[in-house]
């Protein structure tokens, strides 16, 4: 098993991230687009990464922001 140690970082006002390491991502085998499922472990403070399947954009169209006009509220980003 190997590791290396991250950083949370800032992503927004409302989340953190964490990059991961390409070498990692190359050695898993993983791509852009591909779904990643967390498991979270509140006992053990563990969070576990596995991959799941690819979204097809057709299948589960991506959710946009309505504009201002439409909402009468200013957009977060």
Do not use: H
């Not at 499922?37 to 946009?64: D, H």
């Amino acid at each position: 098993m190997e590791s290396e140690d991250r950083k949370l970082i800032k992503f927004s006002n409302y989340s953190l991230c964490v990059t991961l390491p390409k070498w990692i991502i190359k050695k898993l085998k993983w791509n852009k687009g591909d779904i990643v499922k967390m498991v979270v472990n509140e006992e053990k403070g563990e969070i576990l990464i596995k991959k799941g399947t690819k979204v097809n954009s057709i299948q589960s169209p991506i959710k946009t922001a309505k504009t201002s006009e439409a909402t009468g509220k200013k957009a977060r980003w």
